[in-house]
């Protein structure tokens, strides 16, 4: 599409991640809420204290008129008060340290009334002098920078900031960190560090790490004889990260300062500005074509998408702590959006722009993520409403390739990553389905298409960035909002390949799948330097002035889990940062300067009550904080899941009873109507953390094999099989199909079968009177030693016609133990007398079998080919009955090798059973 018309659509939305990437969103009255700390190497220690309680002979003063004691004004006794000289002179007191790398903590008495003239260049202030290029750092009342708000200075005094804290009466705490990776400012609790900084100075001084002097006083006044009063000054170490567990450690600390802020949003509320377009949100949106539709449908999306994170956070949480009220707080939000679905759909089918085709997709993907987490705790109903839904989207975006290819000025890579991320997560997910490789397919040609530099792959030709033309220096730049080159956007496309080639290559098949890496590595080292500073994090002013409209400077978002895939998939490509090692120093980086905020500090616990709903493409509105924090809070998801939880989606497990690793699941196998997963799929297990899942359709009412595995052993004479285990039924449709635990003999795997013994299982739903789970239930099969026998099958049958189980199976065994001694049965008697071998039928034309019996009350009927269960014949016969007619049908293939089996109805482990002499062939 053409760049303007691209930029003009995306709006105000999508300008809003703009401001989040560049760190432009303006100030806002911001408070911390209490998070616990990353585990250190040591406790914090105290290097210096000073309540102003017994004289000031720690301190030096230019002047000893202007400062001494306050009794009765301070937070104890007395405080520290410093008098103004007025004439726009100074008064101060200081100390030295020792080149001091730690955090330093001054309260100071705010008069509110005094200095409120902007004209005035008094500055009440507390600094530190730093070995930065500037020196000084320091945070303080400044009317000329702001008469309302406090003023931060981390460098040059014309390069002071309003930090958009408002001004108020009494003690504040003001504190400045000096840390191995820079130096900032906190106000009361909030931090300064995200502050986007101006053409002079940036937020976070990135060379001050130690400091040499504190200097408390006014500088600059016109107010003689005023006094301004300090107190509490205290002095501690800040040790960094340790342990193997820190990154984990912070990870989770960012994770709950989200659940603290956002974790109990009202979803109904939020929901029902989608549906009401007077309404917050929604507010002066239109539906229909255009742009007018495309801006209503993008708010929609955005909307989904911030339910979505916190429901994915929420999962997170429960998956890592057990919290159920997370998990119900995740199920609610996902339930919800579902169901408003059929309502609010994704996408107005007026809309074609490929912005509103394939940001539909990122919903999806994260609808698809938060109910994974925990779809073993929904309803079985809520299950298959998503399921269906998923698959449908799945199914829209795979029956044609609905990328696009544009470079100049707005790259489509970004939107060409979105659908093929959500087709691998699906195909991940719900690795059962049919479709899934028709997905994954599609996955590869889509994500394939979003790094290109004109090139065809799938039966498709796309440009996303920029070739040989017009010069060579210009291959692999990557524009977007009509900035070239924008590095910072880059990465996302970059990012949603290298997650994709992690969970496959890392935790699915273990396989590297070259689309999921194509031209990753190239962008990534082309789109560096010079134009992003990995040192400080931000854009290098010099080298990338295109991209702005000022020359202020811009920080990057520093995010923690792209820096480490990158690292983990391409280490040769990860030395930049000041020690080469991008992923170390970005973790530190945000273990000392953002420690205590995601993108922008907010209040705890915030909520949106109907008339404080702002509309989202407000700067400063709640919805557009929101949407900045939960963007950096899906990063630390991610992160999470892929390097902490280590839980990948479809494979599994190791103990052949136990399915805790990887060994057991593989040496399992589904047939071909199932599908199986490890419980990492939903978690559900009897004992330990999974089990083996076991989706399976049938199709006849003749059980047959759902999953199995061959074990290359057999028991010896005197022994028996003892097959025994926990089973759950998740799911059973219709309620008359029936599952069976089975043990099959082979002379040899698996053309020579010899016998098998099955046990008929409770195929009800384990659940409880009020839908809850109940308890699994107990199995056991006895399967008596054959002659011959080198290979065993434990197995499990579903019949149905049609009918479908999804059940889960743990704690298995199989053991071989001594049989025990007969016990003489009274004799009893069973045979097939006709058909007996040897006959030649045809479909649709009957036949008498005939047979004998004696010491049996009933007897069933089964047509075998090659030792193979082709159907049931008959079932439940009383054996005053000795003979049925028996017409072969339609869907009997013709061929030889067919038999009838008689067997003692119903069947159990040592009922008889004979089968006729010879085979007989059935024919057209």
């Not at 400012?185 to 060379?207: F, M, Q, R």
């Not at 004109?454 to 909002?481: A, I, M, R, W």
């Not at 003892?722 to 059973?732: D, I, M, N, Q, T």
């Not at 011959?788 to 049958?797: L, N, R």
Request: charged residues 20%; contains cysteine; aromatic residues 12%.
């Amino acid at each position: 599409m053409e760049m303007n018309k691209k930029l003009r659509l995306v709006g105000a939305i999508f300008f809003t991640i703009f401001l989040i990437i560049l760190g432009l969103i303006a100030n806002v009255r911001l408070v911390k809420g209490e998070q616990k700390l990353a585990k250190e190497a040591t406790a914090s220690m105290v290097l210096f204290e000073d309540g102003f309680e017994k004289g000031l002979n720690n301190w030096h003063s230019n002047n000893s008129s202007y400062v001494y004691l306050a009794p009765g004004k301070g937070r104890g006794n007395t405080a520290l008060a410093i008098k103004s000289p007025g004439g726009g002179g100074s008064s101060y007191a200081y100390r030295f340290f020792d080149n001091l790398t730690a955090r330093v903590s001054v309260f100071l008495w705010d008069d509110t009334n005094l200095l409120r003239d902007p004209n005035d260049d008094t500055y009440v202030y507390i600094s530190l002098h730093t070995n930065g290029s500037y020196g000084d750092l320091s945070i303080g009342i400044r009317p000329k920078t702001s008469t309302t708000n406090y003023t931060y200075c981390p460098g040059p005094p014309d390069g002071c900031m309003d930090t958009g804290i408002p001004r108020s009466a009494g003690w504040h705490q003001f504190k400045l960190f000096v840390t191995p990776k820079g130096s900032y400012g906190k106000i009361d609790a909030t931090s300064l560090s995200w502050l986007p900084g101006n053409s002079i100075n940036s937020a976070v001084c990135i060379d001050s790490t130690t400091f040499s002097r504190v200097t408390i006083g006014i500088l600059g006044s016109t107010y003689q004889g005023q006094e301004f009063y300090f107190d509490d000054v205290s002095i501690d170490t800040w040790p960094g990260p340790s342990g193997s567990e820190a990154k984990k450690d912070l990870s989770q600390k960012f994770l709950n300062i989200y659940l603290n802020n956002y974790g109990q949003i009202n979803e109904e509320t939020v929901i029902d500005t989608i549906n009401n377009y007077n309404k917050g949100f929604m507010r002066n949106c239109h539906e229909g074509e255009g742009d007018e539709g495309l801006e209503c449908h993008e708010r929609k999306i955005h909307i989904y998408m911030l339910l979505l994170h916190t429901a994915v956070a929420h999962g997170i949480n429960y998956k890592l702590t057990g919290s159920t009220s997370s998990l119900n707080k995740a199920i609610s939000i996902i339930e919800k959006v579902s169901a408003n679905r059929s309502t609010a759909p994704w996408s107005d089918p007026l809309v074609t722009d490929n912005m509103a085709v394939a940001s539909r997709a990122r919903v999806d993907q994260l609808l698809t993520w938060a109910s994974w987490l925990v779809r073993d705790k929904m309803s079985v109903a809520s299950q298959q409403t998503i399921e269906n839904f998923l698959v449908d989207e799945a199914n829209y975006y795979s029956s044609q390739f609905r990328g696009y290819s544009f470079y100049e000025g707005n790259s489509s890579g970004e939107e060409n990553s979105w659908p093929g991320e959500f087709l691998h997560w699906l195909y991940l997910a719900y690795n059962w389905r049919p479709e899934k490789e028709t997905w994954l397919n599609m996955a590869k040609t889509y994500l394939f298409h979003s790094l290109t530099t004109g090139e065809s792959y799938g039966g498709v030709y796309t440009q996303t960035l920029y070739s040989e033309v017009p010069e060579k220096s210009e291959k692999y730049l990557f524009d977007n909002h009509g900035f070239h080159p924008h590095s910072g956007y880059a990465m996302l496309p970059i990012e949603v390949l290298a997650v994709t080639d992690k969970l496959e290559r890392k935790y699915f098949s273990g396989r590297i799948i070259p689309e999921f890496e194509h031209n990753v590595k190239e962008v990534w080292l082309k789109n560096r330097s010079p134009y992003i500073n990995f040192t400080t994090f931000q854009y290098d002013k010099i080298s990338a002035l295109g991209l702005y409209n000022t020359n202020a400077i811009r920080h990057l978002h520093v995010r923690l889990n792209f820096y480490h895939l990158m690292n983990d998939l391409y280490p040769a490509t990860n030395n930049v940062g000041p020690t080469g090692d991008l992923a170390t120093h970005a973790f530190e980086y945000i273990y000392f300067i953002k420690d205590s905020y995601l993108g922008i500090p907010v209040e705890n616990n915030v909520q949106f009550t109907q008339p404080e709903i702002n509309e989202i493409d407000t700067a400063n509105s709640k919805a557009s904080i929101w949407l900045s924090n939960s963007i950096h809070a899906l990063d630390y998801c991610n992160y999470l899941f892929l390097y902490v939880l280590n839980q990948p989606i479809g494979l599994l497990d190791d103990s052949r009873s136990g399915f805790e690793g990887s060994e057991s699941f593989d040496s399992w196998k589904p047939s071909g109507n199932a599908s199986q997963t490890d419980t990492r799929s939903d978690y559900r297990a009897q004992a330990g953390d999974y089990s083996l899942r076991v989706d399976y359709t049938a199709s006849s009412t003749t059980p047959y094999y759902s999953a199995y595995t061959v074990l290359s052993s057999a028991p010896s004479s005197g022994q028996q099989i003892e097959f025994s285990g926990k089973y759950f039924v998740a799911l059973r449709e219709p309620a008359n199909t029936t599952l069976n635990a089975c043990v099959q003999h082979f002379s040899t795997w698996p053309s020579g079968w010899l016998k098998e013994d099955c046990t008929s299982l409770d195929a009800s739903l384990s659940k409880n009177p009020d839908g809850s789970d109940g308890a699994w239930r107990d199995f056991k099969v006895v399967s008596p030693y054959i002659a011959g026998a080198t290979q065993i099958v434990p197995k499990f049958d579903v019949a149905g016609s049609p009918g479908r189980v999804v059940y889960h199976v743990d704690s298995l065994r199989l053991e071989f133990v001594p049989a025990p001694t007969p016990t003489p049965i009274p004799l009893k008697h069973i045979k097939v007398l006709s058909l007996n071998g040897g006959e030649q039928l045809s479909q649709n034309n009957s036949y008498e079998i005939k047979w004998e019996t004696s010491g049996v009350e009933k007897i069933g009927l089964v047509l075998y080919k090659n030792k193979t269960v082709v159907g049931a014949i008959a079932r439940d016969i009383p054996t005053s009955y000795t003979e049925i007619l028996w017409t072969p049908g339609p869907d009997i293939s013709s061929g030889g090798e067919y038999r009838i089996g008689i067997y003692q109805y119903p069947w159990a482990t040592g009922n008889l059973v004979d089968y006729n002499d010879n085979p007989f062939i059935i024919g057209p």
